[in-house]
């Protein structure tokens, strides 16, 4: 008989994987469980890292992996990226010096239950990103999200009470954007498509958000930076509209006291896994997922150029965030790149 750890080995290595090496580490980070789910006989935790001490008045940088259950490279991502960051943390100085000015919280598996599971939803199954009490202005299709059946797929759940996943993730949010003049926060999911994707609000409206010239701005910075990547940079809107989504809802809630709060999506284009494979597709999670270990292997290091990237532009957030008259100009841009066809 297989013990109930050895059942948590088998179907959550990530979790597992996160645990060894938060209690591994000799560098200092702080480990909290911000939430436990239940899954069977199983209560499944949370986990928050934080590196820096949190002081109030730094910026910050969160990583969110794992919302979507069955898109576990995402969760991936983030513990590859945690891992680089605490072995840097042994040698590195200016890592080291840094995070005496930033605050980094990484939150790898925000849905235990999904990955454990193998699927998109909650333990409720619920998808949280259509959790959040925010309507779409054109959610017509199921994808949207829908309030008719959990047995039907993009099941949104409660409109009174948001699930307790979202409710941690979103009492992390609230508290990091308060003692931060500025967040910058990406969240990893995977999804059928040939490239890789970084989305920011709304998914709700096709109309800008507020911080848009921020949002140009960084989108600029990093193409100088690194020239010739493979990121296509969007409003989620323009992919697809949906109810609920949470980072619509969180950067409503908590993007307008006074601190600059950019909230990114990360949406890796699974068809660089499946087209030299397609046989991968007759598995679910072998389209969300890298199935070869080298191309797993290729995924994990591909974004890490990325992360480093919002790490420095959340540490040197006033060496870029624009003013005055920079803002209405990049807002222009924003709107003939983006909103030519609805100007809002
Ligand atoms: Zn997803």
Not at 130 to 150: A, C, M, W
Not at 153 to 174: M, N, V
Request: net charge positive; proline share 6%.
């Amino acid at each position: 008989m297989i013990s109930k750890y050895d059942e948590v080995k088998q179907r959550l290595p990530e979790l597992v994987e996160l645990e060894r090496i938060t209690k591994a580490t000799q560098v200092p980070c702080h480990t909290r469980i911000i939430q436990q789910v239940e899954c069977g006989d199983y209560r499944l935790p949370i986990y928050a890292i934080d590196l820096g001490d949190m002081r109030e008045g730094k910026p910050s940088l969160i990583l969110v992996g794992g919302i979507h259950g069955i898109e576990r490279i995402g969760a991936q991502v983030v513990i590859a990226q945690l891992k680089v960051w605490l072995e840097r943390l042994k040698w590195e100085r200016s890592l080291q010096q840094g995070l005496a000015e930033i605050n980094i919280t990484l939150i790898p598996i925000v849905n235990p239950v999904g990955m454990m599971l193998n699927r998109r939803g909650n333990g409720n199954k619920v998808d949280l990103m259509r959790n959040s009490p925010i309507e779409s202005e054109d959610g017509s299709l199921l994808v949207s999200g829908q309030r008719f059946s959990k047995w039907l797929p993009w099941f949104r759940g409660s409109k009174q009470q948001l699930e307790p996943e979202s409710l941690a993730l979103q009492e992390e949010i609230a508290a990091i954007t308060r003692r931060s003049p500025f967040t910058l926060s990406i969240d990893c999911h995977s999804g059928f498509g040939m490239h890789d994707r970084i989305w920011f609000p709304y998914a709700y409206r096709r109309r800008p958000m507020k911080d848009i010239a921020p949002i140009i701005a960084l989108k600029l910075l990093w193409e100088s930076s690194y020239p010739n990547h493979q990121y296509i940079f969007e409003p989620q809107s323009n992919h697809y509209m949906t109810h609920g989504d949470l980072w619509d809802y969180f950067y409503k809630k908590f993007g307008r006291n006074g601190n600059t709060f950019l909230p990114l999506t990360l949406e890796m284009g699974s068809w660089n896994w499946v087209r030299k494979r397609p046989l991968q597709m007759l598995r679910l999670e072998g389209l969300f997922n890298p199935l070869v270990p080298h191309r797993k292997r290729r995924a994990l290091r591909r974004h890490l150029p990325l992360m480093d990237f919002l790490r420095h532009a959340t540490h040197s957030y006033k060496n870029w965030l624009p003013t005055g008259l920079q803002v209405e100009k990049l807002q222009q841009m924003a709107h003939s790149l983006w909103y030519r066809n609805d100007l809002g």
